[in-house]
């Protein structure tokens, strides 16, 4: 299997990706059975938030049957972390720890705290301010309970010495949810926090990757939103797999990553006026599967 880059771990616009790794690569070394336990955290944008910050406390694995839970960090992010500074490919670190090979059901989170800033332009209509504090919900307070999964959506998960990465995805733009109509008016009264998250093991997750390019001068191929939607998403439910989100380089690539085995329709975003050839591109995704050269090229007539 791939090995995870501690420094770098792909993302997903949208999506905040938690990755527990277990290898052997690297500075990582497995003796007699064990191996380092490490947690790192990464995330991109989400519309109308400038800054969408949690503090999260313990993050705990769980075996299956008999067993104690294994603490992998007493206070993952020490405080509040803007997860919009964990664009892209960027990590941090939220712990390590030591565990034994064998089966895992659950991980445990704990989101101790919330808060929320919006883009500028756009205020909260009770007091115009920006900022806001948000509720957690008792359950993320006490810690949440992510069932660990197989490609086919049963658990629990076989971990092997040296041989399994978990990625945790918080989906930002389902837990930092807008109330009210930002583009009326009416504007915005309130973010709820609802926590949407899921976990799954890397090895089974995979990767679509390409090119946005064009022929006229007057139009960047940067920062296009590129979708793979779910051709069946009865399947990715147990993941709580909606879409898969990228956002397009300078140079028009770009790689939407920890996605789950399945057929996915590919889309880009394309300013007004303006279209893709293809308008879409149907691919399947298989476990650990990179998918490459799913290129679009963008012409007018949109």
């Known amino acids: ?42 995330d991109a944008p989400a519309d109308y938030i400038d800054s969408a910050s949690v ?17 992998i960090s007493e206070d993952g992010t020490d405080g509040f972390i803007n997860l919009l500074d964990l664009a892209d490919a960027a990590t941090m670190l939220l712990g390590e720890a030591e565990v034994e090979a064998g089966a895992y059901a659950q991980l445990r989170l704990v989101v101790e705290a919330a808060r929320v800033a919006l883009v500028e332009g756009y205020v909260f209509n009770d007091d115009d301010a920006t900022e806001r504090d948000l509720i957690v919900p008792s359950g993320a307070q006490t810690g949440i309970k992510l069932k660990l999964r197989g490609p086919d959506g049963a658990g629990p998960v076989e971990i092997d010495a040296g041989e399994a990465v978990l990625v945790l995805d918080f989906d930002v733009g389902r837990s930092f949810v807008i109330l009210g109509n930002p583009e009326t008016p009416a504007g915005i009264h309130g973010v709820l926090f609802k926590p949407t998250i899921r976990v799954a093991v890397a090895g089974d997750l995979g990767t679509i990757s390409g090119t946005v390019s064009t022929a006229l001068t007057s139009q960047s191929v940067e920062g296009l939103s590129v979708t793979a939607e779910p051709v069946d998403p009865d399947p990715m439910e147990p993941f709580q797999t909606q879409a898969v989100m990228g956002t397009t380089g300078e140079d028009g690539t770009y790689t939407l990553s920890f996605v789950v085995p399945g057929t996915y329709v590919v889309s880009v975003t394309t300013p007004e006026g303006l279209a893709t050839e293809p308008a879409t591109v149907e691919v399947e995704v298989g476990p650990n599967e990179d998918v490459e050269g799913v290129d679009f090229s963008l012409v007018g007539g949109g």
């Open 1 to 42: 299997m791939k090995c995870p880059n501690v420094g770098l771990f792909g993302a997903s616009t949208g999506v905040l990706a938690l990755a527990v790794a277990i290898s052997a690569c690297g500075d990582i070394t497995t003796v007699g059975g064990e191996t380092t336990l490490r947690v790192l955290l990464t």
């Open 55 to 71: 503090d999260i406390g313990a993050v705990e694995l769980i075996p299956a049957g008999e067993g104690e839970p294994i603490t």
